[in-house]
């Protein structure tokens, strides 16, 4: 099997049509046929008023007269010229009129008909469009797989990591659900990405972060939904577990799913169904589910933030990655990794790193692990600074804050927004795994970014 049969197909279901002509029996009649096969079909009269349809929604496809009052189709630059939303686009005309058909095709569509036309085809032009359209994300979906399994290796050859690299190859090529524990920034994604790549199943590798994800929107997301399961779900859409069918599902952050949520991925677990949000028929699923943590879900257990028997489902098989700190001989191996990854990408002359840069690097705490180990060694790039001055200056300031505390003078708004801007930045600026650290929500983070940058009174949560 290619590389390309790797990749699932998005269902056609998900694809979005608009038609625009101005004949309401031509409008019915396509509208009719095409509902049958794709999610959301709409209809417009007139230039004018699709692309007030365009401007409140993204269309897949556009079936378009070209003789329409007003501006004809080929003079709807609005949609032929935008780079950032591009629909495919299908004229149909009643004249034949070899010219038109030249013009209509160099102002960039990708098919053009001729009326009176039957539904077949019609129906085979459109399928064209699809299955081309479809290609496309095919082929980006798959340039970026590749681009990150490039530079999906583990490094470390420290007893631990040689640990943590004997179990994934031992358990890769299993389906049982595992469990990945360890601090923000350890590498977490990585392992899950090695995981699936040793694991033979041919569907995709699908990153879910759950704390990223509204909670009265991760249902939805996760299983999918059907027209008119909520107010604004106007087609059925496919949801993640879907899109993972015949791969792997990485849910990161786990710790972070509400209850009611955590009840519904048990039953998927035990039963391998899901049912979409608003649908009574429940949808077989083959896929390999492996969840992530930086907290200690046995204590959330504990205090009721976390089924039982849920961690007991996931703690199957548990991957635990230690924090840098606590494997500093692999420090060496993974700077000299990052500075090549790093000057490669930045299109910068290679750095070697002197004898004393590398022995500060082993020497600090590293708080935000590999996350914050990346980020200084690109900042160094950047700004031509030795690690070894960047560390020097992380362990002064932190060592001044712990002897002396923060001023007398400061008030207590000043007080937390350096705490906070500090272990944004020991995060490596990941704001969710700070939210967390800081035990808030990255709602209330964000909003108290928001008011110093404007300069407005803090509130009280």
Excluded at 77 to 103: C, N, P, W
Excluded at 398 to 425: C, F, M, N
Aim: charged content about 30%.
């Amino acid at each position: 099997m290619s590389q390309m049969d790797k990749v699932v197909k998005p269902l056609p279901s998900a694809v979005s049509v608009l038609i625009v002509d101005d004949e309401p029996g031509m409008r019915s009649f396509l509208k009719k046929a095409l509902s049958k096969k794709f999610a959301l079909v709409e209809t417009a009269a007139s230039v004018e008023d699709a692309e007030k349809l365009r401007s409140r929604c993204h269309f897949d496809l556009l079936l378009v007269d070209i003789r329409l009052p007003g501006r004809s189709g080929i003079e709807w630059h609005e949609a032929l010229d935008d780079k950032e939303r591009r629909s495919d686009i299908i004229f149909m005309t009643g004249y034949a009129d070899m010219e038109v058909a030249i013009q209509a095709l160099r102002a960039g569509a990708s098919d053009f008909i001729m009326k009176p036309f039957h539904l077949e085809q019609m129906m085979k032009a459109v399928d064209r469009c699809i299955e081309r359209r479809l290609l496309k994300r095919e082929n980006l979906m798959l340039r970026r797989e590749m681009s990150i399994s490039h530079s999906s290796t583990i490094i470390g050859r420290s007893d631990a990591m040689t640990e943590v690299k004997h179990i994934i190859e031992r358990v890769a090529p299993t389906n049982a659900v595992i469990l990945i524990e360890g601090e923000s920034g350890t590498g977490k994604e990585l392992v899950a990405r090695q995981l699936h790549q040793l694991s033979g199943r041919q569907g995709p590798f699908v990153p879910v972060n759950c704390g990223a994800i509204a909670p009265e929107l991760l249902e939805s997301e996760l299983f999918g939904h059907v027209a008119g399961a909520y107010t604004g779900a106007k087609g059925n859409r496919e949801g993640l577990f879907s899109f993972a069918s015949g791969g792997s599902i990485f849910l990161d952050e786990i710790g972070e799913m509400p209850l009611k949520m955590q009840t519904a991925l048990l039953r998927v677990l035990e039963q391998k169904v899901i049912r979409p949000v608003g649908s009574e028929k429940e949808v077989s699923i083959d896929v390999r589910v492996i969840a992530a943590t930086n907290r200690k879900l046995a204590d959330e257990v504990e205090l009721g933030n976390f089924r039982r028997d849920l961690y007991y489902r996931l703690n199957v098989l548990d991957i635990l990655i230690p924090p840098l700190r606590e494997r500093p001989e692999d420090i060496v191996e993974l700077s000299h990794h990052f500075t090549r990854q790093l000057t490669s990408e930045l299109g910068v002359k290679e750095v070697i790193w002197s004898h004393e840069d590398l022995i500060s690097l082993q020497q600090h705490d590293w708080p935000g692990n590999i996350r914050e180990l990346r980020n200084m060694i690109e900042r160094c790039i950047l700004l031509g600074k030795p690690p070894a001055e960047y560390c020097k200056m992380a362990s002064v300031a932190e060592e001044a804050i712990a002897q002396q505390g923060y001023p007398l003078d400061w008030s207590l708004k000043q007080v937390e927004k350096s705490h906070v801007t500090r272990v944004v930045d020991s995060m490596g600026g990941n704001k969710s795994a700070a939210a967390r650290e800081l035990g808030v929500s990255r709602k209330t983070l964000d909003r108290k970014y928001k008011e110093w940058q404007e300069g407005t009174a803090d509130k009280e949560e």
